[in-house]
């Protein structure tokens, strides 16, 4: 079972760290280690669009954080698998696996390091942001959120409940620990046929991904090996998980021993007695 990508909850802590530290600061130096990350975007393009930019506001998109610089360009960062992101004082020794590190014009670093490079980094114009905002679906933290929303997405699909929630098209930012997190909060099986949903689970279920979500984030996230923070810190959330990566122990409500099936394509967890087919 993959355990390395950064979800929400990560990436909205990382948000959060990046527009209390580097707002108002100016990237005096870009300099491009690798350019896996880039898609068709050079190394020289990149420099060109960040260096002498002062970063004006930090937002996010599903699992995409945004670094909004002043003008018209803003700096798309996708964490991937392995990638972090961090803030380095003056003289700290050079991470391994640099992608790229911006210089700030207090002398300190943001490096994004990325040893499997499966992320993404690029500068984008603001029609690109623009067509990203687009292509994903609703925050699930956000009004549009809703019940109403999830009941006609439901409603209309034969596909299955965990294939819909990790569909970025439909709601942005889940994966796969907070998925099964959610499912088991509100008793479904991720194999669950959508359309078969009722309308007091589709309700649980809403109730359930804001709860699980804001919980993780008020926990900085969760480590498992590779995710740190902007400090290279690990999140906290991991001690709190119910259901994710608990294989072969009992369920916190039932005691029933937790089970890995698949289920649209993942590793799965769920309690057998309380997520019933």
């Not at 490096?111 to 980094?121: P, S, T």
């Not at 925050?139 to 990790?166: C, H, I, M, N, W």
């Not at 089970?259 to 087919?277: N, T």
Request: charged share 25%; glycine share 10%.
């Amino acid at each position: 079972m993959a355990l390395g990508m950064a979800e929400l909850p990560e990436v909205e802590t990382m948000r959060r760290d990046l527009e209390r530290e580097v707002v108002g600061r100016r990237v005096v130096c870009a300099d491009v280690a690798q350019t896996r990350m880039m898609g068709l975007q050079t190394a020289e393009e990149l420099r060109q669009r960040a260096e002498g930019g002062t970063f004006r506001s930090i937002s996010r998109r599903g699992k995409y954080l945004l670094l909004h610089l002043d003008g018209d360009d803003t700096l798309l960062i996708h964490r991937g698998m392995t990638g972090n992101f961090l803030l380095r004082d003056p003289g700290q020794p050079l991470d391994p696996h640099v992608h790229l590190a911006l210089t700030l014009d207090d002398g300190r670093q943001l490096r994004l390091c990325d040893a499997r490079g499966f992320g993404e980094v690029r500068v984008l114009a603001s029609d690109d942001v623009r067509v990203l905002h687009r292509r994903l679906g609703p925050e699930p933290l956000e009004p549009d959120f809703s019940f109403d929303y999830l009941v006609a997405q439901f409603g209309r699909r034969t596909a299955l409940t965990k294939a819909l929630l990790l569909n970025q098209h439909l709601v942005a930012g889940l994966g796969n620990i907070y998925v099964d997190e959610s499912l088991w909060a509100a008793a479904i099986h991720p194999a669950r046929r959508a359309h078969t949903l009722r309308a007091e689970e589709i309700a649980a279920l809403r109730g359930a991904i804001v709860d699980v979500l804001n919980e993780a984030i008020e926990r900085r996230g969760t480590t498992f090996s590779d995710y740190k923070d902007l400090y290279g810190l690990p999140g906290g959330n991991g001690a709190h998980l119910r259901i994710f990566h608990r294989a072969g122990q009992p369920c916190h409500r039932c005691g029933t021993v937790i089970q890995i099936i698949r289920a649209a394509g993942r590793g799965s967890s769920i309690c057998p007695e309380c997520q019933v087919l």
